[in-house]
């Protein structure tokens, strides 16, 4: 089974930048990043299908974040612009064996089988 793994959480002040990264051991065929603030249920952020290319994101996120894949399609990123408060949380990557197609379901976590142990961001005003 792929395992894979998060890095690049931090803190910043409102209005800063995070890159996270989620590497995989092997080949990324759909990924999906989430987010989970205390308290919150854990809401999807964006998702990617990089073999086709394309990408989906919440509304929420639509505009200040970027998902994109590196040549070898083993590691995903997740650019965070323009950051806020509200997006403090805890930011996990997912994937699974069967993809799901581009949709609302890409952004539920219920479609993913295979978690990375997540990394936090806080955001200070």
């Known amino acids: 089974q792929v395992q894979i793994s998060e890095s690049g959480g931090g803190s910043v002040q409102a209005g800063g930048s995070l890159r996270l990264s989620c590497t995989s051991s092997?080949?990324?065929?759909?990924m999906g990043w989430f987010r989970q603030a205390p308290g919150k249920e854990r809401e999807g952020v964006a998702a990617i299908w990089p073999i086709v290319g394309s990408a989906l994101y919440n509304p929420s996120v639509k505009g200040r974040f970027t998902v994109s894949q590196d040549e070898a399609k083993t590691t995903v990123y997740l650019n965070l612009d323009s950051l806020k408060p509200e997006d403090t949380a805890m930011y996990y990557c997912?994937?699974?064996?069967?993809?799901?197609?581009?949709?609302?379901?890409?952004?539920?976590?219920?479609?993913?089988?295979?978690w990375g142990q997540g990394t936090q961001v806080t955001v200070s005003s």
């Open positions: 997912a994937t699974d064996r069967r993809c799901p197609m581009y949709g609302e379901r890409a952004l539920d976590q219920h479609t993913y089988h295979t």
């Open positions: 092997g080949m990324i065929m759909c």
